[in-house]
Structure formats: structure tokens, C-alpha cells
């Protein structure tokens, strides 16, 4: 059997088997991000219910990313990585009979909960075997995932319009293969965390019950949305769990990680909340230029590959703080301009956008491992967790609920202008959905409408669509000014620099 190490050279064969399982991972993502408006035709759903499916395709992440965290140094990374792989075939071979709403959810469901648990190696896996340099690797790490969407989105649209979704989704099954059979035969590291005698109740204290009071509240309620759960028992579960990890721990955590947790959440309903939608967003204007939708993100995650994959100068030039406040604000531009853009400047806009997001995630990731090595694992993958639970729940939710909302408000302005009744005809369905109540189109009625009508409709819908990308510009707007507010406290402290559990090799501050 092989090792993790060559020499005193990283297994570059098991960081590959890491890179492609991530690219499984994205496969997931953009095959459904491209296939959500047919599954709303075929099985007559809302726009919050797809969002709802799109969500549920993220937040589980959450679930299986803690949980294996905490045990994964004593199970083994090469068995959680088996589960990951049934979890990943178990999910195609359900999406592909699934028969309405409920099927493609759990099938979703458990795709998040394989790519979770993918994510609760590869982090770790790759941070050790780079302590020195981890946002550069982690970084070409994560272009497995942009990489993932570029290829997963080529093939799924090659295949055209007119194929059954069915074989688009059974593409996840290629990459699945791919990483079973290259990991098998790795030899996978020891945590930097265990390496450096750092006990696993040491590991625990770095969240502490402020970080455990995050993350808990966000799966707890989720899970109380999906079963039924009144709010006073969410609370309560919430508390009690949390109360536990803080008696057990003795410790509130780390103020810095609490605070980095908190930006995660804008962070991640930034670019992957806005990716799961992107291709339904901007369906109505790149039909007018002749294009799929699914383009704009195959090319926006091509961006992101390439900036990836060479991110070592540039992570060296920036600090970690320094290179998320300008990426936060280029995003911004980016997303504010896609949401009235027109034909070819929705491709400029798009590469604003790309550019912004390319370092969000990897960064992120690699400033939790380089400030809080002793958290091994579960800080690494929490804040991870975090961010997929923040763009299943708020982020691919909260731009279904705005465009249903939108639509909901323009018609009814249209009638009370026009003397009409669409409203009350077609604006029929009273849903309930993590944000609040909405009435939503019933689309079966509205495919009965005259040709005027539907026309004034599908006007209406295509308007709310854009203009939903200019309510997400808020959240990288927080993130603007979180990074900045980081950078002058580390400046205060005389720069920033990762913190190391071998003192020898220490690195010097950055000041910006």
C-alpha cells in the first residue's frame, strides 16, 4: 500500500483522488441547477419549491460535514470517503425514478449529505498535507469544484436541450467512479492536529458553545421546517445541545472563528445561493441571444478554475483578510450588474461576477486552518458546513421566495392598472416556506391561458427573475465591510500571519 507521503514529497496521487471527488461534488450541483426549470414544467412545481429542492441539494452538507468531523480522526478519512461514494450512487439511481417533488428532495438530500462528507476529508486531508501553504493548495483543491461545473455543465448541455434529464443526471455516476477507484489504494495522512499531540477536547474548545450555538440553531431549525418542529422545540433542541458542547468544553470558542462563522453566511448565499439560481435567472435574456442560460455559469465557474489553479502569487501578495474585501466588492458589482444587463453585456457582467466569487470559498477555508490549527478537522469543516447550510437555506430559498413575492406584487399592480383578473385567476397557490407565506403561479392554470395572457405573464416573470440579483448585492456589501474591519484588527496586531503548532514555522505578517 502506498503512503500519504513520498519521501518527505505529499501524495500528489491522493490530493488528484480529493480534486475529482470534489469535481463529483459540482457535478451534483450544476446538473440540478441546470435541470431545475424542467423538473418545474414536468412536475408543476413553484418557484420556492424549486428552491426549496435546490436548497435541500446544500444545507444536508451541513449535517454529515460536522458530524463526520468529530469522528473522522478515529473512523478513518478512507471510510468516510466509501460512504460518500454509496451516498453519491444512491443519490443518481433515486433522482433518475423519482416520480414528483418529494423524490427529487430526498434524492437531493442525500447527494448533499455524500458531498459533505467528501468535503470532511478533502479539507483536512490537503491542509495537512500543505501546512505551509494551504490556501494555495486548498485553493486548487476547490478548482475541482469550479473545474466539476465547468465539465459536468459542458456535457449536460451538449446533450441539448431536448434530452431527457434523466441521462443528465446520471453524468454524476463518471466522476463517482473515477474517485472510488483512485482512493482506494491511498494511504490517507495523520491530522496535523493529532501529528502535534493537540487532544481532541482542545479540538473541541476552539468552536466552543458560541460556535456550537451557530451552527446547531441553523441544522436544528432546518430540520424543523422539513419535519414539522414548532419553534419552541427548535429553541429548546437548539439549547440543550448546545448547553452540552459548553459544559463538556468549558469554552465559548474562539472570538475570531465565531466572527468568521457569522461572515460564512453571507459568504457562501453570495456565490453558491446565486449559482443554484443562475441558470433560471438568466434563462429569458440569454434566450434572446440565441444561448442556454446554463452557460453563464459554465462560464463563470471556467473563471474560477483558472484563477484557482494558479492562486499562489496572488494568495502570496494578499492577505487572506486583504484578497476576500476585494473580492467581496468586485462581486458585488458583478451581481448589481447582471440584474439589469442585456444581451451581450450579461457576459461582462458575468465576469465581473466570476472574478469576485473565484476566491470566496477556498480562502475562507484556508484562514479558518491557518488561524485555528489546534480545531483540526471540525473548524475547517464547520465553517464549511456553515456555508452550505447558509446557501441551502437562505441563499437558494430567499431568491425563490423574492421572485414568487415579485410576481405576486407585479400582477397585481398589472390588474389594478388594467382592469384584469390574471391575479385571481392564475395567482392561486398559497404556499408556506422557511421566509414566510406566499401565493405562488399555478402553473397547470396558467398553461390554459390565452395567448395574451400568458405573454403578459411570462413578461412579469422574466423582470422578477433579474431583478432578484440585485437584493443578493446586500450580502457581499456585509462581507465588504467585514474584511475591512478584520483587516484594521489585524493591522493593530501588527499584521496578519497563520498561526502554526510548530513555532519554528511561524510566517511573517501581511500587513494588507
Known sequence: MTTAKTGNQPDLKLFYACFISLVTTAFGFILRALILPQWGHDFNLTQTQLGEIAGVGLWPFAISIVLFSLVIDKIGYKTAMIFAVICHITSAVLTIFASGYWMLYIGSFICAIGN??????ANPVVATMFPKQKIKWLSMLHAGWAGGLVLGGVMALLLGANTRWEYKIALILIPTIIYA???????????????????????????GAGGALIIVALIIFQLGAVFGW????????????????????????????????????????????????ITDLMTPEMNKIGFQAGWVLVYTSAIMFVLRFFAGPISHRFSSPGLLAICSAIAGIGLYTMSFSAGTMILVA??????????????????????????GALTLNITGGLGMIAAGVIGAGILGF??????????????????????STYVTEQKTSFF????????????????????TVTNIRDTAKKEALRYIVFFPLIMLVSFLLLLLYFRSKGGYKAVTLNPADEPEATPY
Do not use: C
Open 436 to 455: 414566510g407565506d406566499y401565493k405562488a403561479l399555478d402553473q397547470a392554470k396558467l398553461s390554459t391561458a390565452n395567448a395574451d395572457e400568458q405573454l
Open 230 to 277: 414548532s419553534t419552541t422545540a427548535n429553541v429548546i433542541i437548539t439549547l440543550l445541545l448546545t448547553a452540552g458542547f459548553g459544559y463538556y468544553t468549558r469554552s465559548f470558542g474562539q472570538p475570531l472563528f465565531i466572527v468568521l462563522l457569522l461572515i460564512m453566511i453571507p459568504l457562501a448565499t453570495t456565490e453558491l445561493g446565486t449559482d443554484s439560481w
Open 181 to 207: 477507484l483512485m482512493m482506494i489504494s491511498r494511504k490517507f495522512p495523520v491530522n496535523e492536529r493529532v501529528q502535534a499531540g493537540v487532544s481532541y477536547k482542545e479540538m473541541l474548545q476552539e468552536v
Open 116 to 121: 459533505g462528507t467528501v468535503e470532511a476529508v
Open 350 to 375: 458575468a465576469t465581473i461576477y466570476g472574478l469576485g466569487k473565484s476566491f470566496f470559498w477556498p480562502t475562507m477555508l484556508g484562514m479558518v486552518s491557518e488561524r485555528f490549527p489546534k480545531g
Open 402 to 423: 423574492i421572485q414568487d413575492k415579485s410576481v405576486d406584487q407585479k400582477i397585481s399592480a398589472y390588474d389594478q392598472a388594467h382592469q384584469t383578473a390574471i391575479h
